[in-house]
């Protein structure tokens, strides 16, 4: 990641109105993909306009506390990290939904909060007591590598077959922009938008299609706005706003996956927020406050009735691109998300988003993600024929092992075991049938136990 002349420092204060506008556009920049991990959800537990509307606030004011958190050096790691949802638990979340749907999406969101306050508690205590820095020596780019290739490529089939299938012309079109705006365009901020920009045109090539009778009710790239009038204009609602949470083994073994990944990703992400704010390597002590930060904003997360949190690499890109590196303009972005969350009206309009809109923009966020594990293996030596075979074992058992699994649920799960066997088996079985749970437990212990250089395994090389 090229590294700009840095214009505002990590502890410097911009004028007001440059505080405002540089915050402003660090919300834009994450507001796509915040936005669209509420709308992979909310469908898929049966959530109504209203609710799904209800949901993307409850994201917005929990992203905004957890930068907050984050930006702080004495909770996190005070870096200008921003904290958006993170798609590494949608296989967790789509595993709970599919074991609760039938009591509804309120219980649904119950579990799902239960889960991150549980399992965001026990990331918080792996950062804070720094056991992170033991669990570090086994995470190398031969086991990230795997793991964000799985994230990326297991959702295919949430991209296409549920999403953009829905209505091609219309996916393909937002594709085709995503790709003109962020690659052939040489306009800056045409480039920063890319992904807000095509939704946007498209989403508005819906409405004039569907006020002008050619998209009826019933079609899949229809909209209808009367759903944002039924949308209160203002949202106080913040603390467990779908009801107390629940607590279940199922639950928090599923989100596993996701914190593992969540660890991974932000180590990562606090290399490379470092590198372009023009500052030394992270320290093992800030590492350890922003794992035990993401942990406490994942809990925060469950107690707000939102998804998992974890830093943004959009954003550690904007920074790259502006030089304004102030953790305050980043806290200034946080406040203004926290706002936007209590206007309802907005989360209504966005929640009347088409599904094919939202399967081209996955088509493009879910094969970049794949993509950047790709990238990640460059840290080590591919040309390894150790690591060929570590990666290629873990990928194909993350893209196989799962199907089988899930349709082998009662080798693990039944009475005849006893309760707490069948109740630990049930953990084990929520984990397994996650693709990147699969890939990382795979390529940990492969590349723990076959033997390897340091330079081989891309221990030491610079995250940039």
Known sequence: MARKKIVYGLTDKPPLPIMILAGAQHVLTLFGATTLVPLIFGPAMGMDALQIGAFISCVYFAMGVATIIQTDPRMGTGLPIVQGSSFSFIPSIMTIIGAYKAMGPNVVMQYVGGGLIAG?????????????????????????????????????????????????????????????????????????????????????????????????????????????????????????????????????????????????????DYHSCSYVAGLDDPTPEMISRGIGAEGLNCALAGVFGAVGTTSYTENIGLIGLTGVASRYVV????????????????????????????GGAYISLFGVIGALGIQTLMRADMGSQRNVVIVGFAFLMALGLPGWIEKNQELFMNPAYGQLISTLGGMIWAILKTPMAVAGICAAICDSIIPGTPEERGIGVRME
């Open 120 to 268: 965001g508690l026990v990331l918080s205590f792996i950062g804070y007591s720094r056991i992170v820095g033991v669990i570090r020596r086994v995470i190398t780019p031969v086991v990230i590598g795997p793991v964000i290739m799985a994230i990326g490529f297991s959702l295919a089939p949430v991209a296409i077959q549920f999403n953009a299938a829905n209505y091609w012309p219309i996916s393909l079109l937002v594709v085709a922009l995503i790709m003109f705006f962020s690659l052939i365009s040489k306009n800056r901020y045409a480039n920063i938008f890319a992904i807000l920009g095509s939704i946007i045109i498209a989403y508005l090539i819906c409405l004039g299609a569907s006020l002008a009778g050619i998209f009826g009710p019933g079609h899949p790239a229809y909209i209808d706005l009367s759903k944002v009038a039924n949308a209160p204009w203002f949202r106080f609602n913040v603390v467990f706003p779908w009801g107390m949470p629940k607590f279940s083994l199922l639950a928090f073994g599923a989100l596993l996956a996701g914190f593992f990944a969540v660890m991974i990703e932000s180590i990562g």
């Open 331 to 358: 806290r200034t972005g946080a406040v203004l998300l926290i706002l936007l969350s209590f206007v309802g009206k907005l989360g209504g309009l966005i929640a009347t988003m088409p599904s094919p809109v939202i």
